[in-house]
């Protein structure tokens, strides 16, 4: 059966360098919009994004909302473009501290950001508005990516009584670790916004790393993928341990396995 499906990527070729990431960013929505699901894909506007030669251009109708982390102030832009050769649409979550004036999770010099948590929290609240703001309902939610990983706690808790995700599904990808160093200590404030709480945080390490990120995202998702032959083995047994719904690595031909495993949850 035909769904809409919702893809929060952390990377999507051409618009990065090729990577797992990347090359699956564009190649899962590729392949549902192929197969007949009416999907929309998100991303954020990272710092090394050409926009002229991606073709970028703001969104005004949907630009424009502040969202406030840690107290601050953040406007939040909307750009959006379509793949070449394809009818991929691309919507890019944009702001000038976070995204457009920085490279990827890494500086120039190959560090960790020390506000990738604030980056993250600002894309995944980012995105679930900007959904909202498009009065379009989506049964299923898949993220790829560390930069998705605050999304299912969201959906399962801040936003569960919005009609745009009251009967969403989650599923979270993993992949292979691209964070080196942790989220600094004050994640787990910044994570704050309605019902999500701080204190359902509480079984988290304080220093959010890639594993307490990836365990969180588990423990919210509907349902876990493998998608990578290489994946954290703690992450994927600590699904399994959690009766959460996985699906092994199904090698690269990939489409009809998603599919049985999205009508399964």
């Known amino acids: 059966m035909a769904k809409k499906i919702l893809f929060i990527n952390q990377e999507i070729v051409p618009y990065v360098p090729d ?7 564009k190649a899962l929505p590729q392949a549902m919009q192929d ?3 009416e999907i929309r894909t998100f991303m954020p506007k990272w710092g090394n994004i050409n926009e002229r030669r991606g073709q970028l251009h703001e969104v005004i109708r949907l630009s424009g909302m502040n969202l406030i982390i840690d107290d601050t102030d953040h406007p939040l832009i909307i750009k959006v473009a379509t793949i070449a050769q394809t009818r991929i649409q691309v919507y890019f979550i944009d702001n000038d501290d976070y995204f457009s004036k920085r490279q990827m999770a890494q500086d120039e010099k190959g560090e960790d950001y020390p506000d990738n948590g604030e ?7 980012g995105v679930l508005e900007t959904v909202k703001k498009l009065r379009w309902v989506p049964d299923i939610i898949h993220i790829q990516g560390w930069m998705g990983a605050v999304v299912p706690l969201y959906i399962k808790t801040a936003y ?8 969403t599904k989650v599923v979270t990808s993993l992949f292979t670790n691209n964070l080196k160093s942790d989220l600094g200590t004050n994640f787990k404030k910044c994570v704050e ?4 709480k701080a204190e359902l945080l509480k079984k988290y390490n304080d220093n959010f790393d890639f594993e307490e990120l990836g365990k969180l995202a588990i423990d919210y998702s509907d349902g876990v993928i493998a998608a990578h ?10 699904a399994k341990d959690n009766k959460i719904p996985t699906l092994a690595y199904p090698g690269e031909d ?3 396995a998603y599919e049985a495993f999205y009508e399964k949850i």
């Not at 990577?19 to 960013?25: A, E, H, N």
């Not at 009584?161 to 009967?167: G, K, L, R, V, Y």
Request: aromatic share 14%; no cysteine; proline share 2%.
């Open 19 to 25: 990577s797992d990431l990347s090359l699956m960013g």
């Open 35 to 37: 197969n007949g699901h």
């Open 254 to 256: 990939f489409s009809d």
């Open 119 to 125: 980056r993250a929290i600002f894309f995944a609240r």
């Open 229 to 238: 032959k290489n994946v954290n083995k703690d992450l994927l047994k600590y």
């Open 160 to 167: 569960h009584e919005e009609p745009s995700f009251a009967n």
């Open 193 to 196: 916004f309605r019902e999500a």
